[in-house]
Each structure stands twice: as structure tokens, then as C-alpha cells.
């Protein structure tokens, strides 16, 4: 079965500096989707960024980027130029392509300091 | 679009009483997710439905739970007798595969207190 582990709780970074969320996923699959979503104090699930497993380059979306080492099962979030808006629950998400189950990680806390 | 809505944003009830969650899908889904977040568990998958049929109801907790989709733009969570343990924010997503990667959207969840 396929499982999303992300094994940082909680994190915190100052305003304006950069910070790397951690994800690594299992799986047997060949070809599958992985996403980062955020969850601010409001509730609202938000899609941050997203990866097809078959591109080798990983997605940027403006301060958002990803590291993706398919090898390794690994799917890092990195944030630069945090910003106080930038606080909330991230979480690894999981898609086969070919079934429709989202997996979602337990979530990661991010703070940003002033 | 107004995105998936999701009614009421907020419910108290006592244990014991019947609880009915609503949501609305993006027009144009054909698949609609139902998920349940808690502290202790994360955010859980209950069900899902494509095309109005239930196709995965392998994470629905009890037969308290049901779920149904009468027509494309309507969902409803039931939970009858609802129970203390049930309090959780429930979330109603859903998505469209003509997109290339499945995206899914979500409302803004129901926040259920059960007393």
C-alpha cells in the first residue's frame, strides 16, 4: 500500500529566509502525481505546487519549488523568502495515476517568525 | 465558479442526534471525495464517488455513516447516532480527470462538535 511520511511535525523559519519541508512516499508505481498542499489557520485546503512523476524537472511555482528524487522516493517543498502568510500545515499528497485515492501525509507545521 | 461549497461551516449537536453535512461539487466534476481531518488521525478519506456512484467506501468508520450523491451538484454525510468520537473537520473535495494531473478541490470543511 502506498504510504506518505512526513517526519518533520513542526518547523519554523525567520521572515525572508528560505525553509525545506521534508516528504518521502513509498510506492511501486512508475508513473504517478505528487502534490503539497497548505492548510493556513482558515481551514481552506489550498494546492501549492504539483509533480508528474514521469518529468524529470522538478515544478517551481514563484517562491515554491520542489525537490524531486524519484529514486529515493523523496518530494522536498522548499519556501524562499518566507513570509508571514507563508504560515500553515503543508502536506504531502500522494496520486496514482490511474486511481483516483489521494494519500496525504500527517502534515508538517510551519511558523514564520518576524 | 464559487468553488465546492460546503454547508453548514459549523455544527454542535448532542451525542445520540442525527447529523447531515452538505456539500456541492465545482460544476463539471465528476468525482466528489468526502474526508475527515483530526489531530489524532490526520486527514482520512471516507468515501469517494465518480459520476454519482460510490466507488470507495472503504474508509467510511461505522455503519453510522452514510453517505450519498442523488445528482451531480448534491452530497450529503450522515452520521446517525452521532457520537462524541465523531468531532472532526469534514471536508468535501472534488475533481475533474480531464485535467492531466487530477487536481482536486477543496471546500472549506464543516467543523462538527458532537457533545
Known amino acids: 500500500a502506498q504510504t506518505v511520511t512526513q517526519s518533520q511535525p513542526e518547523m519554523s523559519v525567520q521572515e525572508a529566509e528560505t525553509v525545506t519541508l521534508s516528504c518521502t512516499y513509498d510506492t511501486s508505481e512508475s508513473d504517478y502525481y505528487l502534490f503539497w498542499y497548505k492548510q493556513p489557520p482558515s481551514r481552506q485546503m489550498i494546492l501549492v505546487i504539483r509533480?508528474?512523476?514521469?518529468?524529470?524537472q522538478n515544478a517551481t511555482e514563484n517562491r515554491f519549488s520542489v525537490n524531486f528524487q524519484k529514486a529515493a522516493k523523496s518530494f522536498s517543498l522548499k519556501i524562499s523568502d518566507s513570509q508571514l502568510g507563508d504560515a500553515a500545515m503543508y502536506f504531502c499528497?500522494?496520486?496514482?495515476?490511474?486511481?483516483?485515492?489521494?494519500?496525504f501525509g500527517p502534515g508538517t507545521s510551519l511558523s514564520v517568525i518576524p | 465558479d464559487a468553488g465546492v461549497i460546503q454547508s453548514p461551516r459549523h455544527e454542535v449537536t448532542e451525542m445520540g442526534q442525527e447529523v447531515t453535512l452538505r456539500c456541492k461539487p465545482i460544476s463539471g466534476h465528476d468525482y466528489l471525495f468526502w474526508y475527515r481531518q483530526t489531530m489524532m488521525r490526520g486527514l482520512e478519506l471516507l468515501i469517494y464517488?465518480?459520476?454519482?456512484?460510490?466507488?470507495?467506501d472503504s474508509g467510511m468508520p461505522e455503519d453510522r455513516f452514510s453517505a450519498k450523491m442523488p445528482n451531480a451538484s448534491f452530497s450529503t454525510l450522515k452520521i446517525q447516532p452521532s457520537e462524541p468520537r465523531d468531532s472532526a473537520v469534514y471536508f468535501c473535495a472534488s475533481s475533474f480527470p480531464g485535467t492531466s494531473v487530477h487536481e482536486q478541490f477543496f471546500g472549506p470543511g464543516t467543523r462538527l462538535t458532537v457533545l
Open positions: 464517488f465518480n459520476n454519482n456512484v460510490p466507488i470507495d
Open positions: 509533480q508528474e512523476a514521469y518529468k524529470q
Open positions: 499528497a500522494y496520486k496514482k495515476t490511474s486511481y483516483d485515492k489521494v494519500i
